[in-house]
């Protein structure tokens, strides 16, 4: 499996920009790039997912660099209520291939 | 509300007791799957289904058995329950196998097996 790596923990404050780095050196050309969410006692949440180009939703944006070797998942205006576990997932598909597989991911705390 | 629902959300058994955990989703969503969490191992799959009638083994299927016999549900079976099965369960549903398509996940089921 193609695997990514997070910082394993992020600080924002209240109403600031959050920036979540994603590297993925190994993605194959069809491989999307997934970014779920983990609320304490919650089950994990889709939040966007892209191919090439950045995408924007009323979650979040994210910004795929050029060589798709990184991405950057953008809360813009970071609120309490997401504070959670990102995990940022590359997606094959078909079958096995299309299993989510899940790391560590980056604990984000935000400050109020 | 679009949502795969979970039951039961909490459950305190003992070694060798049968017991099944169910699994519903509202969306007519094709692909459907079982995942376990662990403290430092993550979430990882047990099993998913394609489709009615068409399951497969994930990453840790031992100890345990699914069905697909209608597309809303799959249930999570433990024929004989042991402690080491004692984690947090989350089923997941999306429409195909695209990789383009989201998965939905349910709240969870915490298993406690004495």
């Known amino acids: 499996d193609a695997k990514t790596t997070q910082p394993n923990s992020m600080e924002s404050n209240e109403e600031e920009p959050v920036h979540l780095p994603c590297n993925h050196s190994?993605?194959?050309?069809?491989?999307?790039i997934h970014w779920y969410r983990q609320l304490p006692s919650q089950g994990p949440e889709y939040v966007i997912h892209?191919?090439?180009s950045n995408v924007n939703n009323r979650m979040a944006s994210l910004a795929i660099a050029e060589d798709r070797k990184s991405s950057t998942l953008i809360l813009h205006r970071a609120t309490l209520r997401d504070a959670a576990v990102y995990y940022c997932?590359?997606?094959?598909?078909?079958?096995?291939?299309?299993?989510?597989?899940f790391g560590k991911g980056t604990l984000l705390t935000v400050n109020p | 509300e679009a949502q795969v629902t979970q039951n039961p959300r909490y459950l305190i058994t003992v070694t060798g007791k049968k017991l099944t955990v169910t699994c519903s989703q509202n969306?007519?969503?094709?692909?459907m799957s079982w995942y376990r969490q662990d403290p430092g191992l993550g979430l990882r799959q047990i099993y998913y289904?394609?489709?009615?009638?068409?399951?497969d083994k994930g990453d840790v299927p031992e100890g345990y058995k699914v069905s697909r016999k209608e597309k809303r549900n799959f249930p999570l079976i433990l024929e004989s329950p042991s402690p080491n099965q004692t984690s947090l369960y989350f089923c997941?549903?999306?429409?195909?196998?695209?990789?383009?398509?989201?998965?939905?996940f349910g709240d969870g089921t915490r298993l406690s097996i004495l």
């Open positions: 997932i590359l997606r094959g598909s078909g079958g096995s291939n299309y299993k989510l597989t």
């Open positions: 190994t993605i194959s050309g069809t491989d999307y």
């Open positions: 997941a549903s999306s429409l195909g196998t695209f990789s383009n398509q989201p998965q939905h």
């Open positions: 892209g191919l090439t």
């Open positions: 969306m007519n969503h094709e692909y």
């Open positions: 289904s394609m489709n009615v009638e068409v399951t």
